[in-house]
């Protein structure tokens, strides 16, 4: 399921756009990863979202209001990735602090 997600976002809009997770299952079905969601199919999903997020592969960018949702819906969008300088950067930051 990981996979058709980070596949659903890269073929409809790549990095910048953010989606909930209606509108995600509606991108897995017309990408074809599945043909219909089911409850089940569903909550499969809204945990995959969310261990994506603990993951640091989708980020929460913010909420929508979803006519019939009493609660505003969480917005979710691909992290952008960093470079290997600010990876290696934050690495020595960190490595510094636990050598002291």
Not at 4 to 13: E, N
Not at 22 to 39: K, M, T
Request: with cysteine; proline share 4%; net charge positive.
């Amino acid at each position: 399921m990981r996979q058709a997600v980070v596949q659903a976002f890269q073929s409809a809009t790549g990095l910048g756009q953010a989606w909930t997770s209606a509108e995600v299952a509606q991108a897995l079905i017309a990408v074809g990863w599945v043909l219909s969601l089911g409850r089940s199919e569903r909550e499969m999903l809204r945990h995959t979202l969310g261990n994506m997020v603990a993951a640091g592969e989708l980020t929460r960018v913010g909420t929508k209001r979803v006519p019939g949702v009493k609660r505003p819906v969480p917005l979710y969008a691909m992290t952008a990735p960093c470079d290997q300088a600010e990876q290696a950067q934050a690495l020595a930051l960190v490595l510094g602090v636990w050598t002291r």
